[in-house]
């Protein structure tokens, strides 16, 4: 289903020591085969993982392992920092104003956003969604700790930027990771709407999908009882508590995530001409990060359209999905010990094994 992914695009530095999976190889049903693996790999009362499989709209796996907290095991309900996985909701946020008239993808920046410098001109939404605008990725780019005291929050990566213009290049003539680029298309969506981007992802895309456990993980918001808890070596990123949003801080549970790839691949989120729009691929396999992307997507597979979703790496949090388009199916990963966890990859790749 997966081969050669480059697991976790991160919203910051991993940290810890780096896990050597145990392989553990095909057993004779999927459930044995990774049941398995999580057997080998992980210890009831350490940080864990869960892992859903489906397939034409049926479960064919969903197995856990580890704690969420504390004498609190990981269930199908607890709640995960979804790191850069968030991506894609947001693209999702963009491209539902899109289809409503509020914004157009072409549009520059700077009628959104007209504090920022005038060199960013010719930066558009569309420039943004694909990782094309040039603009530094505020934590793989730049010394963030450094540049930002105390608590990294959207507003003072705004600020930041704003009277820090320097561009990495023109826009729309190289493919380069920027969380920043998301950031500032969650402040667009705080503009156009009037509401908070939290407000805005309850009420258009969490609610209505019924995902009961999802929120939106700001300054601002309370941490519920069911959010694991980061049991990786390191608990802060470049010593700093970050919610920064937009590029990262959604919360999600894997019955919610359940629901919305469901509903995302069934057409009931996006206009059909929209999600042609999303899954387009805007870079050529040579020039992008993985072999193709699209708004809030990377395409996986080597053919660059068959298998596509997205990673992530925030702090503890390691996340991803993988759908396959061609067999109707998708496998959702979320876990919370950082470099703890066994090879994603690998597990994407076992699964892939008894799809039919």
């Known amino acids: 289903m997966v081969m050669g992914i480059l697991l976790f695009i991160s919203a910051c530095n991993s940290n810890g020591k780096k896990h050597e999976t145990i392989k553990t190889g095909v057993q004779s049903t999927l459930a044995e085969t990774l049941d398995t693996v999580l057997e080998a790999n992980l210890n009831d009362d350490n940080a864990g993982l869960i892992i859903s499989v489906w397939q034409n709209d049926v479960n064919l796996y969903t197995g856990m392992k580890g704690i969420a907290k504390p004498y609190l095991p990981i269930t199908e309900n607890t709640q995960f920092r979804l790191a850069s996985v968030s991506k894609t909701f947001t693209a999702i946020a963009i491209l539902k104003l899109y289809e409503q008239g509020f914004v157009d993808l072409e549009d520059s920046i700077l009628d959104y956003l007209p504090e920022l410098d005038q060199s960013w001109q010719d930066i558009s939404l569309h420039h943004l969604l694909v990782h094309q605008s040039g603009i530094p990725d505020i934590f793989n780019d730049l010394e963030t700790h450094q540049i930002i005291d105390n608590e990294i929050t959207n507003d003072k990566i705004f600020h930041y930027f704003i009277e820090n213009p320097m561009l990495e290049f023109n826009a729309g003539s190289n493919e380069d990771y920027s969380n920043t680029g998301y950031v500032l298309l969650a402040k667009i969506v705080n503009i156009v709407t009037g509401n908070t981007f939290a407000s805005y992802m309850e009420s258009e895309i969490f609610s209505p999908l019924g995902m009961n456990h999802s929120y939106i993980l700001d300054e601002h918001a309370e ?52 999600k042609a729009l999303m899954m387009t691929t805007y870079s050529p396999p040579d020039e992008s990060l993985f072999n193709g992307t699209g708004y809030g997507i990377f395409y996986f597979s080597d053919d660059g359209k068959t298998v596509y979703g997205h990673t992530g790496g925030h702090d503890g949090f390691r996340t991803i999905y993988a759908i396959n388009r061609e067999k109707n199916a998708f496998i959702v990963i979320l876990g919370n010990g950082g470099d703890y966890m066994p090879d994603y990859s690998y597990m994407v790749e076992l699964a892939a094994e008894f799809l039919e």
């Not at 694991?228 to 990262?248: D, V």
């Open 223 to 274: 941490i519920t009882e069911q959010t694991a808890m980061n049991l990786a070596t390191e608990h802060k990123i470049f010593g700093r508590e970050s919610f920064s949003y937009g590029s990262a801080a959604q919360v999600s549970s894997m019955v919610d995530m359940q629901r919305f790839l469901s509903a995302f691949m069934t057409g009931k989120i996006l206009q059909p001409e929209t």
